[in-house]
């Protein structure tokens, strides 16, 4: 058992994800603390508090905020064996600009939130326990294995505990952390995994038993590239969404009239000219989302590549339009 102190200052979870790489939750039982204070109330994705990520399969379960509301969300198997997705919630755990020590604890059959020191919610039949504990699993903070959904906040603590606390140590817990009291662990056979974030130039930060480390690189490391999403996953009604697919078609309204220009020029033929021009657009616009499946800021998405290629056949067309307007 144990609780940390927030004595020090605070660790930024938006400015340097770190990543942990300890065996997980190896007796099938789990409690997670986090010290939390969130910076925004995000309504366009789901930022990650904490995600655990399985090597093989992806990402197994995170924790994360959707507006003022803390979210679970973990993968399971359904009845065909098939991955599926479950998704639990609180309301209003997480308000703007405001401290909340959330524990979270969970086994093969339930899972249960605390916020503060106090019960919130028991979801029964569901657990944030790994489809397979033997695979490796990394620990990620502040942001999502893609690098897409990262929180934007500050992360003063972490704990892992193997084991179920009770309410009144988690209570108790509460209680230490807001005060300020030294770290105090009582011996047992799984010893609780507990970092005390402060500001740091190191790229490793130990645990409080010394046995774990976080790396905390000065960039983000991407653990899972995503190439070419489909338009079925990114799709969202969202302003900036279709502000996105107007800026790609426009951009590429210019590479498709002046490139027809040339090759209307040097070919002679409509039809050979349009299958090039078309053929252009369409790896560079390849090329681009390639690209950008490395970059961090960036997405790499098929609509990107359709709405390229429109904006390519657009521009054709005003060439065009304009050629036997003006013979």
């Given at each position: 058992m144990g609780f940390v102190s927030t004595a020090g200052e605070l660790f930024s979870a938006l400015r340097r994800p770190i990543i942990l790489r300890p065996p997980l939750f190896p007796g099938g039982r789990v409690t997670i603390e986090l010290w939390v204070q969130p910076d925004t109330e995000p309504d366009s994705s789901l930022p990650r508090i904490l995600s655990i990520h399985d090597a093989r399969d992806g990402e197994d379960f995170f924790i994360g905020q959707w507006k003022s509301g803390l979210i679970l969300r973990k993968r399971t198997l359904n009845a065909e064996g098939k991955v599926s997705y479950r998704e639990v919630g609180v309301a209003n755990a997480l308000p703007l600009g405001q401290r909340r020590f959330i524990a979270i604890t969970s086994d093969r059959l339930k899972t249960s939130v605390y916020i503060d020191g106090r019960l919130e919610k028991h979801f029964p039949n569901f657990t944030l326990l790994p489809i397979d504990r033997k695979n490796a699993h990394q620990i990620i903070l502040g942001n999502s294995p893609t690098g897409k959904e990262y929180w934007k906040g500050n992360l003063f603590g972490l704990a892992i505990y193997h084991d179920l606390l009770s309410p009144d140590i988690i209570t108790h817990n509460y209680q230490n952390w807001i005060s300020?009291?030294?770290?105090?662990?009582?011996?047992?056979?799984?010893?609780?995994?507990i970092f005390s974030f402060a500001e740091s130039s190191e790229t490793i930060i130990k645990d409080q038993l010394n046995r774990h480390a976080l790396m905390m690189p000065n960039r983000f490391q991407i653990i899972q590239k995503v190439i070419l999403e489909p338009p079925w996953k990114d799709f969202r009604w969202k302003l900036n969404y279709f502000e996105d697919i107007f800026i790609n078609i426009l951009g590429f309204i210019p590479f498709g009239f002046f490139i027809f220009a040339w090759a209307r020029n040097k070919f002679k033929s409509n039809r050979n000219s349009f299958l090039l021009v078309i053929t252009l657009g369409f790896l560079l616009s390849f090329l681009i989302e390639i690209t950008q499946s490395y970059l961090l800021?960036?997405?790499?998405?098929?609509?990107?590549?359709?709405?390229?290629?429109?904006?390519?056949?657009?521009g054709m067309i005003i060439f065009d339009h304009l050629v036997k307007s003006h013979p």
């Open positions: 300020g009291k030294p770290l105090s662990i009582i011996k047992s056979a799984n010893q609780p995994i800021s960036r997405n790499s998405q098929i609509m990107d590549i359709l709405t390229n290629v429109l904006g390519t056949f657009l």
